[in-house]
Structures are given as structure tokens and as C-alpha cells.
């Protein structure tokens, strides 16, 4: 009889288990290759070129480009751009997205209501992820220059260098919240109930149950919510782009409308695959590190 061990049945079947683990994963790891990788690994060496992205031939420069960028004094703003994209849309970002999960998993209602009220809520909150973004900025781009002038007697405030950057990220806020909203909204249904049972019978108050049960036990959530809205704001792209080409004089324009700028608009591809290089490292530096970061928070809560 086959021994029940490191060569037995329970072997065999964790390496079939593995394998078609592996398998399922194909699929998504071919796409990312074919969309993410190969293009990125061809245009690797562009950025050591003066490419002006048209003509067939070009020159290596060596490391010019990046030596250029490091001097390029107009690189300040867009960088001080998506710093401020980050900072606000980071913080607005996830206070909804937590807020409407805390007002999903409430139960305002009475039991027989409860089910479908979260079912209801969630999906109203959901839907402005199905818009695209280019969609999104058509259509809060109308509010900002037809409604609101109509109501409140103002400017359009994405026409106006102190509020536009706000603007955009109101109009992101709306279309993209609902993602988080959802990942805090498992975090909060994987609290084990006893625990919030027990703080009520030490006489705990809704807010110390907040802050001391409820916080803590979301800080998985906080690390994947925090770093993919970090990372994602600070290449924010899609929606400025649509809502104000980087206007008002620049004062919306983000690194990634700057370095499509210098790519498609400059003629100046090889100086912009290496801005794109660079800035692509400086994410994964920031989003390991800040993921590093709360990831030591959830072991310490």
C-alpha cells in the first residue's frame, strides 16, 4: 500500500490542484504579455534614442535622455499635478468609498427590508463604474459649464486654474468609488459579529466600536484600497485628458498627459519613453512601499 504522505494521493492531487491553478491564470498572464509587457520591453531601448517617433531611422543617445529630464524645468508642474491628484483623490476616494460601504452594511430598515435595501444601495452606487471615463468627463464637463453657471451663478470651475484640478477629481470620484466602495464593503462582512456582540456588552459607544473594532479590523481593505488609489491617481490620465487637455494652461496637465504630450504631440519619443520609464519605476517604489507600509499596520492592529 502507498504511503499516505509527500509521495501519496494527497501529493498528487495538490500538484493537479497547483497545475490547473496555474492553468486558469494563463489566459490573464498571456493578455498581460501581448498588452503590457512585450510593448514595454520593445520600447525599452527607444528611450535611449532621439526617435521622433515618425521616421524609420534614429540615433542612440545613450543616457541624454535621462539626463535631459533631470534639467527639464517644465516637468515641475505636471509632477506637482499628480502629486495634488493623488493627495485629493486618495483621501476622497476612500472616505466614500467607506462611507457608502458603512451605509451599504447598515440596517436602517426593519429585517424583512434589509436585504434588498443593501442590494438597492450597492448597485446605485456601482453603476457610475460602468461609465467610462472619456464618458464621465463629456458628461460632468456639461454640469460644470451648463448647470452649474444656471444654478449658482459661477464659471465653470474646470476653467479656473484653482478649481479645476478639484473638479476633475470630483467627477473621478464619482465614477470610480464604487470599486472600493465594494472591497471595504467584504472587509466589513468578514467582521466576525461576536466581536461587536462583546464591545456592546462592555457598553462600548457606536464610535469606540468605529475607531477600536471596525477600523482595525479593515486594515487588509486599507491596503489594497489605499494603494490602488494612490497608484492609480498618480497616473491619472483618461479623465483630464477628456475633461481639459491639461488646461488651463496647464494647470490640470498630469505626468501621463505630459509624457503622451511629448510622445504623440512633441515628436519627441525617445524623451518621452524615458519620462515613462522613469515614472512607471517611481509607482512600484511607491506602491511596494506603501503597501509595505500598511501591511506592517495589519500585523501591529
Not at 57 to 73: H, I, K, P, Q
Request: a positive charge.
Amino acid at each position: 500500500m502507498q504511503p499516505w504522505g509527500s509521495r501519496g494521493p494527497v501529493s498528487n492531487y495538490m500538484r493537479r490542484r497547483s497545475a490547473m491553478g496555474y492553468l486558469f491564470l494563463l489566459p490573464g498572464f498571456l493578455f498581460f504579455c501581448f498588452a503590457i509587457l512585450i510593448p514595454f520591453i520593445m520600447g525599452f531601448h527607444i528611450s535611449f534614442t532621439d526617435w521622433n517617433g515618425i521616421a524609420r531611422e534614429y540615433n542612440y543617445v545613450g543616457l541624454a535622455n535621462f539626463v535631459t529630464m533631470t534639467r527639464d524645468s517644465r516637468i515641475i508642474k505636471p509632477l506637482t499635478n499628480s502629486l495634488k491628484f493623488a493627495l485629493l483623490g486618495t483621501v476622497g476616494n476612500n472616505l466614500v468609498a467607506l462611507s457608502t460601504a458603512l451605509l451599504v452594511n447598515s440596517q436602517p430598515l426593519n429585517r424583512p427590508f434589509r436585504g434588498a435595501f443593501s442590494r438597492v444601495a450597492r448597485t446605485i452606487f456601482f453603476i457610475p463604474v460602468c461609465f467610462s471615463a472619456i464618458l464621465t468627463a463629456f458628461v460632468w464637463s456639461y454640469i460644470y459649464s451648463k448647470v452649474f453657471p444656471a444654478m449658482f451663478g459661477i464659471k465653470s470651475l474646470l476653467g479656473q486654474k484653482n478649481t479645476v484640478i478639484p473638479a476633475i477629481v470630483l467627477m473621478a470620484l464619482w465614477n470610480s468609488q464604487g470599486i472600493n466602495m465594494l472591497i471595504y464593503y467584504s472587509g466589513l462582512k468578514n467582521i466576525p459579529q461576536e466581536v461587536y456582540e462583546a464591545a456592546i456588552v462592555d457598553g462600548a459607544s457606536p464610535w469606540y466600536k468605529f475607531i477600536h473594532v471596525t477600523l482595525p479590523l479593515l486594515a487588509p481593505s486599507f491596503t489594497v484600497c489605499v494603494t490602488l488609489s494612490l497608484t492609480g491617481w498618480l497616473r491619472e490620465f483618461a479623465t483630464t485628458l477628456a475633461a481639459t487637455g491639461g488646461g488651463p494652461s496647464n494647470y490640470s496637465q498630469t505626468m501621463a498627459i505630459y509624457i503622451y504630450n511629448n510622445l504623440f504631440s512633441y515628436s519627441k519619443a525617445g524623451y518621452g519613453q524615458a519620462v515613462a520609464i522613469a515614472f512607471a519605476i517611481g509607482l512600484i517604489i511607491i506602491g511596494q512601499s506603501v503597501s509595505a507600509f500598511f501591511r506592517s499596520r495589519e500585523v501591529q492592529m
